[in-house]
């Protein structure tokens, strides 16, 4: 039977019958209604619905479809289920049993979906499934817009990928651009490569690119988390950049790097810090805290390792660097930490400190045992000062240092080429003089943070000066600076920036000259990088 219109006329707004087999009526079992069988087909507007059989009610513009139903939409929207109800005044048609609804190359699959034509909006409940050609995604409550190509999903959201798996409890998909939005807490993983966990970002499925916000994370399968106020990371690059707060943490190495800015390169685990650069070794009791203006940190193979390690940490700071340790601290323009022997080399101008002892050369060694400073070198224009009073100063300078530390304090200086020393002796805690010799080689052994005793080559030539015959100039060697006010006394003030003392081209500095440009400033004591504080490093280990 084929019908050309229904009862009423043929306006735009009514849902037409084109086509049934047979059309019948039963007033006892279906009320008001048209029974249809065999090859049923309606018209509403641009939509076609096809079905085994239905009720049509002409009265009030809807129809109840059974078996088989189809419902297509020009010729990109196609619905598939059991049966469906569609009220042609509001245009929503609900689909139950076995439904699907096919868009372009995305497919929605689930047991109950409505479908609002006049909004293009399908949404279901109860479970639903949305695959198209890279994702398949699974949530309890879901949506999707044919018009935009946008999908939302909530409870229990799940996406599967070749690459990767996603979970979530709200998110909304792109399918033409396989874009996530992340609106809620969402966990992205690699299987034993990397975890990505996340608030508030984009990420894009197709090319594993993401932009990341609110602290979010990417953590390595090897020890490595990445945190950011913003993430942009690319994983089939293998490279993150972070802007504001970042904090690499390396379980493995037990190194924290910090900044305000920073970049990640997975291949060989290097990372780069800069705009208040800090980073904190915590791989023993005494942290050490190091900053400069950039930092960069590498993980190297060690190769024919002693100890069985596969890898060790190698780092490079840049630019007015500064490091604190409780049993040393130390400025210099740049520094290089060796991992593989537990070697901090220091160049241009360094200056370290420990307990009352200033040592400075052109370049100096720091030689890590156990977590702690075992000894140090300076090559070149090397010198050690101990402050005794306020214009007392012991001195020691040659062409190389060499200090032995044990138990945080300085217990051995041994002085080389061209020695020259400067002693204050003691009889019974009152200074008896002062003593300068010159030297080939000089050992000073300290014991509780005074000099015990002192041994000279036999060639050694010195003088004794009672105190109140000193010759002018001579209570310095021509070497002599003290640059107390540049010393960080805790872990933040490696945030601070204090001018560099200059060292003497060659007359002495009297001690009240020295003095004079030791007083602090606010120029001179003010900070040159932008926290006030160091960032929260109780979590690290955790």
Known sequence: MLLAGAVGGYAQDLVYLLHSNTLSYNQAIVPDAQILRGNVIFRHDSALMYCDSAYFYEHNNSLYAFSNVRMVQGDTLFGYGDAMYYDGNTKIARFRQHVKLVHYQTTLTTDSLNYDRQRNLAYYFGRGQIVDSLNTLTSYWGQYNPSSKQALFKTDVYLVNANFTLSSDTLCYHTEEHLVDIVSPTTIVYEQQTTILSSSGQY????????????????HQDGQRLTGDTIYYDKHAQFGRIIGSMELIDSTQQITLYGNYGEFY??????????????????SEDYTYIHADSLFTEERPALDSADGDTSYTYVRAYRRARVYRIDLQAVCDSLTFDGKDSIITLYTEPICWNENNQLSADIMHLYILNGHIDHLRG????LVIKQETDSFFDQMGGKEIEGFIRNNELKQVDVSGNAETIFYPLDKDEYIGMNRTQSSFVNVYIENETIDHVRF??????????????PTGQDRLTSFFWAEIERPLKPGDVFLSPQRTPRPSGAPVSASQQEEEEQPTSKNRSRASRPTALPNTESMKN
């Open 204 to 219: 894009n499925t197709e090319n594993e690119q993401s932009t990341l916000y609110k602290r979010s994370q990417v953590i």
């Open 457 to 470: 080559t036999a060639e050694s030539v010195g003088t004794i000066y009672p105190l109140n015959q000193i």
């Open 379 to 382: 090559l070149g224009a090397a």
């Open 266 to 283: 997975e291949d060989r685990n290097r990372g780069i810090a800069t705009d208040s650069a800090l980073l904190v070794d915590w791989s």
